[in-house]
Every structure is written in C-alpha cells, then in structure tokens.
C-alpha cells in the first residue's frame, strides 16, 4: 500500500486553503459590487436632493467606480497552458482522458509535488490580485459614503 508523501498532502492542503480564500474574496467582490449599486441607485433616486450636485455627482461617480472594480474581481483569470496536470485547460489539451491518466500515472513523486507547487504558486499570485481589487474597492464604496454623507450634512 502506497503512502502519500508529506509534502503532497502539503501541497493539497496549500491547494485547498488558497481555493477557500479565493472563495471568500469572490463573495465580498460580491456584496461589495451590490452595496456600490445600492449607493448608485439612491444617488438616481427620485428621493436624492439633486442628482447634479457636486456631492452626488462625486458620491456617485465613486460607487460606480467601485461596482467596477469589485466585478473586475469576478472575471475569471484562465491560466496559461503550461503542460501540467491540475488545471482544467491543462487537462483539456490532453488529447484523451486516457491519454491524460497516461501522462499522470507517468508522474513520479517529485513531480507530483512540483505540479502543486506550480498550481498554489499561480493561484496565489491570482489570489493576490483579487485582494488587493477588494481593497481597492471597499475603499471607493467607503468613499462615495462618506462623500454622499457630508453632501446630505451640508445641505
């Protein structure tokens, strides 16, 4: 019977815990891009003071910029093809699933852990990027509140 190798189990659970983050970024793009078209639509309201204000305007300008941002987030980042065994466009250049287990019973231990070391490393580098967009974004929603909030404290 064959044990799995440290650092394949390793490698796994990096895998896992990045694609759980990855997750849970996604659903705050989510409810921040909501939030932002939430703030839009008062800003247009038939209740919002004056739609050309200078704080709507702002305010406005602010929350869609944020919807933007926060659904750039949600774009699917595809890989690149790189001749490896984990990711779906990867797997699709396989002429056959039987050529595709070929190739994978081919894989010797080291090389197993080399493909999830090259799959965690990509996604994280996409994980990053996702978060630094949410951060960007919850910055411009917390901006256009705050500018919508001065605008209404000022008339």
């Known amino acids: 019977m064959e044990h799995e190798r ?8 990096i895998n896992g815990y990045l694609h759980h983050y990855v997750l ?13 078209l939430v703030v839009v639509g008062f800003v247009v309201s038939p209740g919002a003071k004056s739609l050309d204000a200078p704080w709507n305007l702002l305010g406005g300008a602010l929350a869609v910029a944020a919807a933007i941002v926060a659904g750039s987030v949600l774009y699917p980042r595809t890989p690149r093809y790189n001749g490896g065994h ?4 990867d797997i699709r250049n396989f002429e056959s699933p ?5 190739s994978l ?16 490393y990509s996604v994280s580098g996409v994980l990053v990027r996702k ?3 949410v951060q960007l974004a919850l910055w411009l929603i917390s901006s256009a509140c705050a500018v919508l909030a001065i605008g209404y404290l000022v008339n």
């Not at 984990?86 to 466009?89: E, I, K, T, V």
């Not at 039987?98 to 070929?102: S, V």
Request: aromatic letters at 12%; glycine letters at 4%.
């Open 24 to 36: 849970v970024v996604d659903a705050k793009a989510v409810a921040i891009a909501a939030a932002s």
């Open 105 to 120: 019973v081919a894989l010797d231990e080291d090389a197993i852990g080399l493909e999830y070391a090259r799959q965690n």
């Open 6 to 13: 440290v650092d394949e189990r390793l490698g796994r659970a």
């Open 131 to 133: 978060t630094r967009r």
């Open 86 to 89: 984990l990711f779906w466009f």
């Open 98 to 102: 039987t050529e595709y287990w070929k």
